[in-house]
C-alpha cells in the first residue's frame, strides 16, 4: 500500500542516544530539512520526565547547527494539547521533534488531541517531523509500548497499543541492538503481518520522504522484518511465553548509505565512490601485467612453493 504524498514532509525517526557534540549527522540533517538558518523547530518534550534537562541538550544542539528558531512545549495533559498559543506556534514551525522517555505516556496524553490532529494535517502538506527513542516509536500506526528483551518471538514479549499514525503500516523499535530487541519486533510483526517492523540502533537514524524511500544515517543499523510473505507461524495458537514458530518471514539490516523502499520491499547498498577522469587529461595506462608476485621471478616463486615457504 503506497503511503506517500508528493508534498508530504519527511520524517526522521532515531534510535536514540544520537550525538549531541562534535559531529552531529543525524541532527545536522533534521535541521537542514526544516530550512537550515531558516528552521523553526517545535520540540516536544512529554515524553521525558526531566524536560528542563532536554530544553538545554537540544537547543544548544539545534542552534548550534544552524537552526534560526527552537521553540519547546512540554504539554502535560489533552487539555494543554490544545491550548491555541501550543497551536499557532506549531502552524509557524517548518519542523517538529519528539523527544524520548515514556512512549506510553506521550501517546495516552497526546494521541488524538488537537496538537497531533494539526501535526499530522501539516505533515501531510510538508511540515517535517523528527523523533528519538519513544518519539520514534510513537510515529507508527501500531506501537510497542513496552515489552521483555528476548532473542525469540514470544506473544509475550511486546504490548501493543496504536501511536500517533504518521507511519501507516511500519512498526518502529529502538535502542534496538543495544537492548536485544529483536524477538518483540518479530512478535509485533507475526501479529500484524501487513506491517513492515523496524528496529533502530542507537545513534542511528532512518529518514522517509515522500516517495516512501526510506535512508539510513549514523553509526549503526536498521533492522528491517518483513512479512509480506510469511508463509506460516503460531504465534495465535502456542502458549503466549513459548517461542513462535513461524516461516517466510525476511530481515533485512541497513547501514549508513543504505536506502529501502518500503513499498517495493527493496533495498539498495551505496553506490562505490568513483574519481571522475578530467576530459583534458588522459585515462591513467593500465598497469603492465605480471606473471610475478611481490616482484619475484617465477624461479624464486617456484622455490618458495618447494620449500613450503
Known amino acids: 500500500m503506497r503511503i506517500s504524498e508528493s508534498e508530504r514532509g519527511t520524517l526522521l525517526a532515531i534510535g536514540g542516544s544520537e550525538k549531541k557534540a562534535g559531529e552531529t549527522p543525524i541532527l545536522e540533517r533534521f535541521v537542514s530539512l526544516c530550512g537550515g538558518d531558516d528552521a523553526r523547530i517545535l520540540v516536544v518534550s512529554t515524553a521525558s520526565s526531566d524536560p528542563s534537562e532536554k530544553v538545554a541538550e537540544y537547543d ?6 544552524g537552526a534560526g528558531d527552537v521553540a519547546f512545549v512540554h504539554p502535560q495533559n489533552r487539555a494543554e494539547a490544545q491550548d491555541p498559543k501550543l497551536l499557532a506556534t506549531l502552524a509557524r514551525a517548518t519542523g517538529v521533534f519528539l523527544v524520548g522517555g515514556n512512549q506510553l505516556k506521550l501517546v495516552s496524553e497526546l494521541a488524538g488531541s488537537p496538537l497531533i490532529e494539526r501535526m499530522r494535517e501539516l505533515y501531510r502538506t ?3 517531523i523528527g523523533g528519538t527513542s519513544a518519539g520514534a516509536s510513537a510515529m507508527g500506526t501500531v506501537m510497542i509500548a513496552r515489552g521483555r528483551a528476548r532473542s525469540a518471538a514470544r506473544l509475550d514479549s511486546p504490548r501493543m497499543t496504536p501511536g500517533f499514525g504518521l507511519l501507516p503500516n511500519l512498526i518502529l523499535d529502538q535502542h534496538f541492538r543495544e537492548r536485544d530487541r529483536i524477538g518483540r519486533l518479530l512478535a509485533a510483526v507475526l501479529c500484524n503481518p ?3 517492523g523496524l528496529g533502530l ?8 520522504d515522500a516517495n516512501d524511500q526510506l535512508s539510513v544515517i549514523g553509526t549503526g543499523s536498521v533492522t528491517v522484518v518483513d512479512g509480506a510473505r510469511l508463509e506460516e507461524n503460531d504465534i495465535g495458537v502456542v502458549p503466549e511465553e513459548s517461542p513462535a514458530g513461524f516461516a517466510g518471514m525476511r530481515l533485512h539490516v541497513l547501514t549508513a548509505g543504505w536506502s529501502y523502499n518500503v513499498v517495493s520491499g527493496r533495498g539498495h547498498r ?3 565512490a568513483s574519481t ?21 621471478s617465477s624461479e624464486e616463486i617456484e622455490s618458495l612453493i618447494a620449500s613450503g615457504g
Do not use: C, I
Request: no cysteine; glycine share 6%.
Open 270 to 272: 551505496p553506490k562505490a
Open 201 to 208: 540502533d542507537e545513534d542511528t537514524g532512518l529518514v522517509l
Open 126 to 128: 510538508g511540515l517535517h
Open 276 to 296: 571522475p577522469v578530467s576530459a583534458s587529461e588522459p585515462a591513467p595506462a593500465p598497469a603492465k601485467e605480471e606473471t610475478v608476485a611481490e616482484g619475484l
Open 194 to 196: 501487513s506491517y513492515l
Open 60 to 65: 544548544a544542539v539545534f542552534r548550534a547547527r
